[in-house]
Nanobody, 115 residues
């Protein structure tokens, strides 16, 4: 069974940093692209960043210059380095990937930015 498992969330003060990880496991022959989404309370889920196996990236305007998505194809793992965090970044962060031509979601990890 193919699954995505996120880690790295937590509580951080404004201006701080966190790094999220998401590892895919199972019988995988195709995984493209990989992405991070987030959902804040009372808001719709939104795309934060995505990355192809070739390294092409896209970012939401709200995180450009602060967040960096990266990927280790050998480990089927995607990362999200989050710097200069703001209270409005508080949300549940979900990993998503097209694995074997199916859209798979992780269980989500909470990120809270608060003093």
């Amino acid at each position: 069974q193919v699954q995505l498992v996120e880690s790295g969330g937590g509580l951080v003060q404004p201006g701080g940093s966190l790094k999220l990880s998401c590892a895919a496991s199972g019988s995988i022959f195709s995984i493209e692209p990989m992405a991070w989404h987030r959902q804040a309370p009372g808001k719709q889920r939104e795309l934060v960043a995505s990355i192809t196996s070739g390294g092409s990236t896209k970012y939401a305007d709200s995180v450009k210059g602060r967040f960096t998505i990266s990927r280790d194809n050998a480990k089927n793992t995607v990362y999200l380095q989050m710097n200069s965090l703001k209270p409005e970044d508080t949300a549940v962060y979900y990993c998503n990937a097209l694995i074997n031509f199916k859209s798979i979601w992780g269980q989500g990890t909470q990120v809270t930015v608060s003093s």
